[in-house]
Nanobody, 128 residues
Framework: QVQLVESGGGLVQAGGSLRLSCAAS????????MGWFRQAPGKEREFVAAISWSSWTGTNTVYADSVKGRFTISRDPAKKTVYLQMNSLQPEDTAVYYCAAVQSFRGPKVMLSEYDYWGQGTQVTVSS
């Protein structure tokens, strides 16, 4: 089992920044591929960013086109935490952001169905 706890959401003006955190427990952190998804009201949950690590490929990341260049996903093995740094936020980034994890060394995952564990979500609201 893996437990995920997100934090860092809030209200920010357009153009501002937020950093989301996702603390993982219950499994060896290094074996986890992790990702961020978001769900706006009335819309389906969508992929935002993902990260994975292996001893032979190192750290790998992938981003949705809508956030590329603005968001950065990173991991801190010592803290067993994944971060999502969000810059240049826009009102269309408003959503509940979810952290997800799966035990895998086979690269970052972009599909919801590839993940086994989910956090409770954290609200991000961007005002215009």
């Amino acid at each position: 089992q893996v437990q995920l706890v997100e934090s860092g959401g809030g209200l920010v003006q357009a153009g501002g920044s937020l950093r989301l955190s996702c603390a993982a427990s219950g499994r060896t952190f290094s074996s986890l591929a992790m990702g961020w998804f978001r769900q706006a009201p009335g819309k389906e949950r969508e992929f935002v960013a993902a990260i994975s690590w292996s001893s032979w490929t190192g750290t790998n990341t992938v981003y949705a086109d809508s956030v590329k260049g603005r968001f950065t996903i990173s991991r801190d093995p010592a803290k067993k935490t994944v971060y999502l740094q969000m810059n240049s936020l826009q009102p269309e980034d408003t959503a509940v952001y979810y952290c997800a994890a799966v035990q895998s060394f086979r690269g970052p995952k972009v599909m919801l169905s590839e993940y086994d564990y989910w956090g409770q979500g954290t609200q991000v609201t961007v005002s215009s």
